[in-house]
């Protein structure tokens, strides 16, 4: 009886341990790339600042994203 209880609480710990570790990593995940996105929208932004003498280039970047 007392063996089951303590398997038990094993298992449920060992389940929680892994969904928060499985929820951090989503998270992280997602800061990741959140990440990405700003650093690719800040080089876009760099390029733009960069190309805004050749507007003809410009127009035909904004229709590809």
Partial sequence: MFGHILRQSCINTCRSTFFS??????????????????????????????EQTNFPYYIRAMNHT
């Fill in 21 to 50: 570790t499985a929820s951090v990593a989503l998270a992280t995940g997602s800061i990741t790339a959140i990440n990405q996105a700003e650093n690719r929208y800040r080089q876009w932004k760099k390029k733009d600042a960069m």
